[in-house]
């Protein structure tokens, strides 16, 4: 049971435009839903939370939106640069296991 | 401040054999979390420690096991090698544990052949 879905594996996106990024999740025992991103050869890099009593995060360029009654998470990236080309995991936390749950990712692709 | 360390970096072993992988958390970090990466499946958490106890854990055999020191540093066995266990592993840690920002290892990458 994929408790954590990133339906888009991949993603491009141009340069100064935004960037969105989807997650749906079936477990409603989530406490927090993090996002993370990721170079080639290089570990996960936190990203942006969001507790589940809040609808809004907002991190300089990176907002994060939750619809709990949707079950859906979505981070924008706003303006996209190259830079920000790499794979993002959305992933949820809590429950009865207590264990973080990781989407599959969206490899993003920001074009100059 | 030193961010956290794996080693080793890469590793070859042969199916059946065991490995065993190290992990330095950030100075002060309390929690360590293991992660596995593949391709097919993604990021699957393994488990976590937090003051030498393994407090959370993920849906892995027995031959999947951890341990933590009393100076955070954090071990990850496996044992009985099978071709599937190829991938990268990933440690993470963090002041309180899973759920709050982790900063995460280079990773180790392993390949069972």
């Known amino acids: 049971d994929q408790q954590v879905k990133q339906n888009s594996p991949s993603l491009s996106v141009q340069e100064g435009r935004i960037s969105i990024l989807n997650c749906d999740y079936t477990n409603s025992m989530f406490d927090y839903f993090l996002w993370y991103k990721k170079y080639p050869a290089e570990g996960p890099t936190f990203l942006i939370s969001i507790s589940s009593i809040k609808d809004k995060n907002e991190d300089g360029r990176f907002t994060v939106f939750l619809n709990k009654s949707a079950k859906h998470l979505s981070l924008h990236i706003v303006p996209s640069q190259p830079g920000d080309s790499a794979v993002y995991f959305c992933?949820?936390?809590?429950?009865?296991?207590?264990?973080?749950?990781f989407g599959k990712g969206t490899k993003l692709s920001v074009k100059p | 401040k030193a961010g956290v360390t794996q080693t080793p970096r890469y590793l070859i072993k042969t199916r059946g054999q065991q490995v065993t992988l190290s992990c330095s958390p950030i100075?002060?970090?309390?929690?360590v979390s293991w992660y596995q990466q593949t391709p097919g499946q993604g990021l699957q958490f393994l488990f976590e420690y937090f003051s030498e106890t393994q407090r959370n854990k993920g849906n892995f055999p027995g031959r999947f096991s951890g341990r933590q020191f009393s100076n955070s540093r954090s071990e990850m066995n496996v044992s009985t090698l099978e071709l599937g266990d190829s991938a990268l592993y990933l440690c993470a840690s963090s002041w309180i544990g899973v759920g709050e920002t982790q900063y995460f290892g280079p990773g180790t990458r392993l390949l069972v052949l």
């Open positions: 992933a949820g936390y809590g429950g009865s296991q207590g264990n973080l749950i």
């Open positions: 100075s002060g970090h309390r929690s």
